[in-house]
């Protein structure tokens, strides 16, 4: 059979490669992949913005299911339309990435329907939002209300700093802000596949977004993962499907939009290991993708064929017993100008205890080159967080690009966690 998938990044890559392991596939296409993607698969270059033309590639080439990596073609109603042409595909409907697409309707969401998450208000005009943080003080939180790629959300420590995410956000953000209670406490990663009504769990993992050690720095869109995370206890696990998960795929119901797709839960667990919800994903997250591809043992096709037919409820993953740890390594100039065009060299050969996998990369001339923000995922396996963690490393140091940036602290949170 043959498989597409959509996307460029690193979690495209990682889920094209553990597709392309089943033995039942003919071919895995990737669109429009990247310069790391091409020795697994096949790059097809269509972009992500047209689900009509992905559309007709897949009739044309008797594509038998699809699967989305990131949110823009979510959000611009892929799914939808490749139902409408009788074609299987795993993700939401357009409107049920919503919870998503649009902060304030995940917020008003969840308040409805009781899913803990911190106290909030929406915004339209600067003079009522200035007041409302004026009133509250800070730390508080600002977020843009639609897509922004894992960056439309700003920490401010101090109200001046509010004031300024307000003005520049409102600017961009379709007119329309959320501002948020700032939750302390450990931020972990809960992701779950679901078919419309089964809700299938994946390994927990957990992401360091700060661009710098000891998370310092901007905000980016990840520059690491590992997976198992410690914190998500077995106790955790099961509130956090009992009270976030299982109301959010029936909330969804009650209100007319049933849900398929991967489903994010973006968790803040506070000292007295209480979960809150910081934010929902439609899609797997991106760099937590990589390390929990690496551990996952079960056939993924087939995993796949059951959640378009509804089965979620008959599988049973099989899980590495090993920590995946990914060190992500970004372009000089990240997150704010990444420079393309540095030549990459070291990666070397893929083993059983380590894998790279390419986002931000082309081939160019025979040469491959930096083509974005994020450039390389860098997965490490061991026994433990510590193990795992030197795999990665050694691989780390003997990769070169010119102004390559990466932390050299990822798993740091689980290290100090027993277990």
Partial sequence: MKILVVGGGGREHALAWKLAQSERIQLV???PGNGGTASDVRLVNLPLTDPRLLAEFALREHVALTVVGPEVPLAAGIVDLFRSRG???????????????????????????HIPTARYQTFTEAAAAHAYIDAEGAP????????????????????AEAHEAVDSMLSIAGGRIVIEQFLSGEEASFIVMVDGKNVLPLATSQDHKRLRDHDAGPNTGGMGAYSPAPIV???????VMREIILPTV????????????????????????????????????????????????????????????GT????????????????????????????????????????????????????????????????????????????????????????????????????????????
């Avoid at 206890?233 to 509130?239: C, D, F, G, I, S």
């Avoid at 390419?358 to 994020?374: C, I, P, V, Y």
């Fill in 140 to 159: 508080i939180v600002v977020k843009a209300d639609g897509l922004a790629a894992g960056k439309g959300v700003v920490v401010a420590t101090s109200v």
């Fill in 250 to 309: 029936q909330g969804m119901a009650k209100d007319g939009i049933v849900f398929t797709g991967f489903l994010y839960a973006g968790l803040m667990i506070d000292e007295h290991g209480n979960p809150k919800t910081l934010e929902f994903n439609c899609r797997m997250g991106d760099p937590e993708t990589q390390p929990i591809m690496a551990r996952l043992k079960t056939d993924l096709v087939g995993v796949m064929e059951h959640a378009v037919n």
């Fill in 233 to 239: 206890t077995p106790a955790l696990h099961a509130r």
């Fill in 312 to 419: 979620l409820d008959e599988v049973e993953l099989s899980w590495d017993r090993r920590t995946a740890l990914g060190v992500v390594m970004a372009a000089a100039g990240y997150p704010e100008q990444p420079r393309s065009g540095d030549v990459i060299s070291g990666i070397g050969a893929e083993s059983a205890d380590y894998v790279c996998f390419h986002a931000g990369t082309q081939l160019a001339d025979g040469k491959l080159t930096t083509a974005g923000g994020r450039v390389l995922c860098v997965v490490g396996m061991g026994d433990s967080i510590k193990m795992a963690q030197k795999v990665a490393y050694d691989a780390v140091d003997k990769i070169k690009f010119d102004g390559a940036q990466f932390r050299r602290d990822i798993g740091w949170r689980g290290i100090k966690h027993p277990g």
């Fill in 29 to 31: 296409y990737v669109a």
């Fill in 87 to 113: 074609l299987k595909i795993f993700g939401p409907t357009q409107a049920a990435a919503q919870l998503e697409s649009s902060k304030d309707f995940a917020k008003s969401f969840m308040q409805r329907h």
